[in-house]
């Protein structure tokens, strides 16, 4: 037996998109992802609604597997790629601290003149 047609179609675009949204992870394009991102949750709300009153039959399961793997392991990949832009941003926000905290203190210490003392505590 074959995959009903549109079953076929709605889960050959998800996979378009799961494929190009780890691109554009790969690629640093985080805007694109985002706009992405959209089309492939509209994809995946489609197939809910075409299986929602009939569930996908026994023998499409078995020929749509790989598609599945494939969809799933793309968003292994993905998520690892995001967790890696988060933890980037995270290092980046730290940085930002401590130059923050670096310019607070050499802006306290702005205009204030230090005169070397002798011994004795005079000049």
């Known amino acids: 037996m074959k ?13 378009t998109h799961s494929q190009s949204m780890l691109r554009l992870a790969g690629e640093g394009q985080w805007d694109e992802l ?3 991102e959209v089309n ?8 809910a ?4 009153n009939e569930p996908v039959p ?13 969809i ?7 998520k690892k790629l995001l967790k890696y832009r988060q933890d980037e941003i995270a290092g980046l926000i730290q940085q930002a601290g401590r130059q923050k905290s670096v310019n607070s203190a050499y802006t306290k210490g ?5 005169f070397p003392t002798g011994a004795n ?3």
């Open 110 to 114: 702005a205009g204030v003149v230090l």
């Open 58 to 70: 026994t023998h499409a399961q078995e020929q749509l597997r790989p598609v599945l793997r494939h």
């Open 72 to 78: 799933l392991d793309n968003e292994a990949e993905l």
């Open 40 to 47: 492939y949750l509209s994809a995946v709300e489609k197939l």
């Open 121 to 123: 505590g005079y000049s």
């Open 3 to 15: 995959i009903p047609p549109n079953l076929l179609a709605i889960y050959q675009e998800i996979l």
């Open 34 to 36: 985002i706009d992405m």
């Open 49 to 52: 609604k075409a299986t929602q």
